[in-house]
């Protein structure tokens, strides 16, 4: 099976850079996922790794180390916007994704 | 790019009720669909696997015979609630699969807006 560890809560100031963390242990890596949720909206995909390094997508930026376990998502100029939970996910072995418990992101003035 | 829909967005129930969730996909043709479980500042669990002309697999400690899944076209899988107590007052959300999809991304899941039931 999965086990996905993630902070549970973080907080951050507009226009601030973020990163979050997520390890990882799984008996067979199939890539990791980051997602976005609003409360009371379904997830929206952020981002997908397979490789090790970093990705990034405009703000947003996410990093893998395989041989760690370890990810992270990194996100610059925050907007009040940005405040949400963001899950990380990494999929079994029918690459149907188990999801950490998320972490809330409050972004403050 | 692929859309899910879900129906209703909001439900309350008495309890001993049930409850039916649609779960649509608008502009594809999903083969596999799934129905997740959401409790507040938790993460999704998912419940169940919904497969277009078949029955629907379960997660450990789900009852099938609580959580009907019907799966009978390829654009919609419905979830009823059964005899809906309290405790299954959760955010339900369904994902499916659009198989001409992610090239990039493996089995890439869209999901939809979510249900919100409340059971009285």
């Known amino acids: 099976g999965q086990n996905i560890d993630q902070p549970t809560e973080m907080t951050a100031t507009e226009g601030a850079i973020v990163q979050i963390n997520c390890t990882y242990q799984t008996s067979g890596f199939n890539g990791l996922f980051w997602y976005q949720q609003h409360a009371g909206e379904a997830p929206t995909f952020l981002s997908y790794?397979?490789?090790?390094g970093l990705e990034e997508k405009g703000r947003f930026s996410s990093f893998l180390s395989r041989s760690k376990g370890y990810s992270y998502l990194l996100l610059k100029e925050l907007q009040m916007k940005d405040s949400a939970s963001y899950l990380c996910?990494?999929?079994?072995?029918?690459?149907?994704?188990?999801f950490g418990r998320g972490t809330s992101l409050i972004v403050h003035p | 790019g692929a859309v899910v829909s879900q129906h209703p967005s909001r439900v309350i129930c008495k309890s001993g009720t049930s409850v039916k969730i649609e779960c649509r996909s608008l502009d594809f043709q999903a083969t596999t669909m799934f129905w997740y479980r959401q409790f507040p500042k938790q993460s999704l669990m998912l419940m169940a696997t919904s497969n277009e002309g078949s029955k629907a697999t379960y997660e450990q400690g789900v009852e099938k015979d609580k959580f009907l899944i019907n799966h009978a076209s390829l654009t919609l899988s419905t979830l009823t609630v059964t005899s809906a107590h309290p405790e299954d007052s959760s955010f339900y959300i369904c994902?499916?699969?659009?198989?001409?999809?992610?090239?990039?991304?493996?089995?890439?899941?869209?999901f939809g807006p979510g249900t919100r039931l409340t059971v009285l």
């Open positions: 790794n397979v490789l090790d």
């Open positions: 996910a990494v999929p079994g072995g029918s690459y149907i994704p188990t």
């Open positions: 994902s499916a699969r659009d198989p001409l999809a992610g090239r990039r991304v493996p089995n890439e899941q869209f």
